[in-house]
């Protein structure tokens, strides 16, 4: 009797011990998913914030191009055209900006693209300056003012841009670092209690 005793209180202990560490390797394969859906939206999160910023540069570079365009062009229709692409190019701008700040930022991001708006304002007022002069005739002072303070107004916010691209680029790599590690060591731990209940049950 005192035998069948002991062999049903090893086979109980036996039992809750295999309980724990299914239940323990079960929380680690919601741990490992958890892991992996944010490594997605970390991906997902700095793939958004990286064609946000592309966008931002294109507009900001286009518009610049536009200016130089419009004042070579004779034809005043042509130069219409390439006015409207270049207000639908700050429209472009803008709303890439918004969805950037709305975003979830780093301290850094937020540094960059603070600094970045006191240039921006001063570059599309140089920018708007210049375009009323083409439209209004006034070529040659829209050339000076060109060259003399719009384009190193401008080149001034690219190089903020090309500042932030390469601050996301770096913050996204160790954000996905953190996560594959993160989901590295959840794996090591649910193969070493699947190991700790094959040796338990051999050993039984």
């Known amino acids: ?5 002991s062999r049903s209180i090893i086979a109980l202990g036996f039992v809750l011990v295999l309980a724990l560490l299914l239940g323990v390797a079960f929380i680690g394969l919601q741990e490992m998913r958890l892991i992996n ?3 997605r939206e970390v991906i997902d999160e700095n793939s958004l914030r990286t064609e946000l910023v ?13 200016l130089f365009s419009m004042a070579l062009t004779q034809d ?8 409207t ?7 472009e701008f803008t709303v890439a900006r918004e969805q950037l700040l709305a975003m979830n930022l780093s301290p850094e991001e937020k ?12 570059s599309e007022s140089q920018q708007k300056l210049v375009a009323n002069l083409i439209i209004t005739g006034k070529i040659a002072k829209a050339d000076a003012l060109l060259l003399s303070k719009t384009v190193p107004a ?9 500042d932030l691209l390469k601050l996301q680029m770096r913050i996204g790599h160790q954000q996905v670092l953190r996560a594959e590690n993160s989901y590295h060591y ?3 731990y649910i193969i070493s209690l699947g190991a700790l209940a094959w040796i338990s049950t051999a050993a039984d």
């Open 1 to 5: 009797m005192y035998r069948r005793q």
């Open 37 to 39: 859906r944010r490594l």
């Open 54 to 66: 592309f966008t931002m540069h294109y507009a900001a570079r286009e518009r610049a191009l536009l």
């Open 76 to 83: 005043p229709f042509s130069r219409e055209s390439q006015f």
């Open 85 to 91: 692409r270049f207000n639908r190019l700050a429209t």
């Open 111 to 122: 540094v960059i693209l603070a600094r970045q708006s006191r240039l921006i304002a001063k």
């Open 154 to 162: 401008q080149n001034a916010v690219l190089k903020q841009l090309r």
């Open 186 to 188: 959840a794996y090591l």
